[in-house]
């Protein structure tokens, strides 16, 4: 059914969709609609069968979903930013026990300096932590996703976090196709765990284990994260055979297959991405694009394939490991390894700062000339970092990076940026 | 004319087993327990957690029909219980970290109120580190919701499972790992510390009670008055340890029994934040006693650190006026 709807509300109707048993709420914006919206549908009888907690952090939040998922329930939370790292324990927990729990994470950037924009630093951050990470260019997408993603992670007994980027798609209002309940009750199964805490059946659950099983232990988190490699794109055509619809899977591209700069990147900002390779097109330039929508597992193979014909590679990413640079390229260039091609990284997007079709142009024409720095950062303002260089240079108690740059440029709020 | 049956020892409110009415007698005497927490672990000899949980979880499995789910938080339970492939738990158990049991009880308990399955229950249980300072903020959450866990707090007063490292429930004066008998205080400070089971109270929660590995039929009673309850209960159980404490293993029943005897550790239940009892005591043992059978405590008795004798007294009296844990005259039974 066709409806125009908030992308927070989108997903709560999806998840509900998914007849979840167990939902822990904690607030943290972006993504605070989401679970604002499945709230009022446990209050209101409209999700029946289900626990909606209320709980006092996001540590909580995905404690208690530990323990619901370990009694065989189907378990959802959702988090963002800050949410995610003071739950970071529990994300690693979750994974190695084997928990198929579903989490929306509505990417935002992380403090300090405190910022509630978008980026994607914050589930990049738990990139390692043995969960499925799929990102979502579209509402529709994110729809399509949270209900794929409870069968890869039941299927797999494997956690899996869904990630949409805060604001631009958390709060955009977009057409929505949503799938009727009998569609999702036919995709989708009732939740049967692969071990469940149960007095008829006495197990004990989470026990130490020694330098003589750790290593196995991990590296069948690590085969059963390449058997998803197999299991996404199935679980993809399975949705697209009930519902009708195309979404999910590892990579999707556009325009890629004769494209000599071919652009990498995940999350909505593929959607500027694909405007401006239109205009490009025009112009008679072979460009195109992957959007990365599996990052655990990382697609290596799809993306090799997809980059076979490519002259040059452009990763942009609205993440950044400080020291080295994108977590996206590094990827990237280890699935590249063996092709002889260059990988520009570009970083893009931190804090929420809009990325624009005209810079976009302004960084395709020069990866097409090749003067691109192999780690570039989107629209730095370099003049304002070297008078802060200076300030430093000059004052040893020079006071708060973030705070005289604000003073420096004049701007009364960051929102204004 | 029938002889009265005197069930007391002499000076002492305990129960010889033995003298009473097969109905009487714990959980823990009868051929029918669960031995949930089965022999073969590895506890320390004298541990007092390894009876507390023991006598704790065997009751409240007699109480549930054995409908019980229990969730560990990190600590020496969890440790010397379980290395894989070896456990000794005979019912459903789940360690997930360390300060999450409360939250991750809250989990269990929605699991099965949403399956149907009225009859299965839930308790969380930890260290007195796994408890009342990392675990804090979990289980006043589970307190708040008043979810349907009782926790049980194993209260040895520190962390010992990392080598006798200072927490909230470690008494004043005290030498820890973290706190040592140098300096002009020596030892854990006076002023500091955290009565969780009054935290609770301020809850408002169904039920809390303080227990001890002394007295049996008081702990067995009280873990099975909590689960004749719904809601979330707090039960914090003392248990002496030989190794955190520099005491001898045979005496950790006596110490635990000393305990309460000098005021220091007061056994008293609430409901819905009042306190209800409170086990009297008949004579008010000083505290003395108790604290020269534990090395953590001998620099105490070295010249010059007698205010921190009496800061302990202090503190015990305080204890046996808050609770009124005196005896009233003519109420002798």
Not at chain 1, 295 to 323: D, T
């Amino acid at each position: 059914m066709l409806k125009q709807m908030e992308g927070s509300m989108a997903v709560a109707e999806a998840v509900a969709l998914a007849r979840p048993e167990v939902i822990c709420a904690y607030p943290i914006t972006p993504q605070t609609h989401i679970v604002e919206g499945l709230g009022e549908m446990v209050k209101s009888g409209q999700l029946e069968n289900c626990e909606y907690i209320n709980v006092e952090s996001e540590f909580a939040a995905l404690s208690v979903g530990i323990g619901s998922s370990a009694a065989g329930a189907r378990t959802y939370t959702a988090t963002a930013s800050q949410g995610i790292l003071f739950m970071a324990e529990a994300v690693y927990n979750a994974s190695g026990l084997g928990l198929p729990i579903v989490m929306t994470v509505g990417n935002r950037a992380i403090g300090a300096p405190i910022n509630i924009w978008n980026d994607q630093s914050d589930s990049m951050s738990m990139r390692d932590a043995g969960w499925i990470q799929l990102f979502c260019e579209t509402n529709q997408e994110a729809v399509d996703v949270h209900i794929q993603a409870f069968k890869i992670a039941e299927k797999l007994s494997v956690p899996v976090m869904v990630c949409m980027d805060g604001f631009i798609l958390t709060h955009a209002y977009e057409r929505i196709d949503m799938p009727e309940q009998a569609q999702i009750d036919q995709f989708l199964p009732p939740f049967t765990p692969r071990q469940v805490l149960d007095p008829a059946n006495p197990v004990s659950m989470g026990a130490m284990v020694g330098p003589e099983a750790f290593t196995e232990v991990r590296y069948l988190a690590h085969r059963r994260q390449m058997d998803a490699l197999e299991l996404i794109p199935q679980v993809a055509k399975e949705y697209a055979e009930i519902v009708g619809r195309d979404s999910g899977g590892l990579i999707s591209t556009y325009k890629a297959d004769d494209a000599e700069t071919l652009v990498i990147s995940l999350g909505s900002v593929i959607g500027t991405i694909k405007d401006v390779i239109d205009q490009r097109r025009e112009e008679g330039e072979k460009i195109g694009c992957v959007a990365i929508r599996s990052f655990r597992p990382f697609p290596i193979a799809e993306i090799r394939k997809a980059c076979a014909n490519a002259k040059r590679i452009v990763v942009l990413e609205k993440c950044f490991a400080v020291g080295m640079g994108g977590m996206v390229a590094s990827n990237v260039r280890m699935a590249l390894s063996t092709q002889p091609v260059p990988v520009y990284n570009v970083i893009a997007g931190l804090g929420g700062r809009p990325i624009t079709q005209k810079s976009l142009h302004n960084l395709f024409n020069e990866a097409a000339a090749d003067t691109l720095e192999g780690l570039h950062f989107l629209d730095l303002n370099k003049e304002i970092v070297e008078r802060e260089l200076e300030r430093e240079r000059l004052d040893e108690c020079s006071g708060s990076v973030a705070e005289n740059i604000l003073r420096d440029i004049g701007a009364v709020a960051a929102s204004k940026v | 004319m029938t002889q009265q049956v005197k069930f007391y020892q002499t000076g002492t409110y305990t129960v010889g087993n033995r003298l009473l009415d097969q109905d009487q007698r714990t959980v823990q005497s009868s051929l029918d327990r669960s031995n949930a927490l089965d022999s073969g672990h590895r506890a320390c000899q004298g541990c007092g957690e390894a009876l507390g949980a023991r006598f704790a979880i065997d009751a409240a499995m007699r109480a549930t029909d054995n409908q019980l789910i229990a969730c560990n938080a990190t600590g020496c339970l969890e440790v010397f219980t379980t290395p894989y492939p070896e456990t000794a738990w005979q019912m459903p158990w789940i360690h997930s970290l360390f300060g999450n049991a409360a939250a991750v009880a809250t989990g269990v308990a929605a699991a099965q109120r949403v399956k149907g399955k009225k009859e299965v229950r839930v308790i969380a249980q930890g260290g007195d580190g796994g408890t009342t300072d990392i675990g804090f903020g979990c289980l006043s959450g589970m307190f708040d919701r008043n979810d349907d866990v009782l926790y049980i707090c194993y209260d040895n007063q520190a962390y010992m499972n990392t080598g006798v490292q200072r927490s909230s429930a470690t008494p004043p004066a005290a030498r820890t790992a973290t706190t040592m008998p140098v300096g002009p205080n020596p030892g854990n400070e006076f002023g500091q510390g955290k009565n969780v089971p009054l935290v609770a109270m301020a809850h408002g929660i169904p039920y809390v009670a303080t227990a001890s590995v002394h007295d049996l039929h008081d702990l067995e009673r009280k873990v099975t008055k909590a689960m004749s309850m719904r809601g979330a209960r707090y039960i914090q159980i003392f248990v002496p340890c030989p190794l955190g404490w520099g005491s001898k293993p045979c005496d950790s029943i006596k110490l635990a029994r000393m305990a309460a005897e000098c005021g220091l550790w007061p056994l008293f239940e609430a409901e819905d934040g009042e306190i209800t009892a409170s086990t009297k005591l008949r004579k008010p043992a000083p505290v003395n006693g108790y604290l020269k059978l534990q090395r953590r405590f001998a620099h105490m008795f070295k010249p010059g650190n007698e205010a921190q004798l009496e800061g302990m007294q202090a503190l015990a009296d305080k204890n046996i006026a808050k609770f009124e844990l005196l005896e009233e005259k003519g109420d002798e039974e």
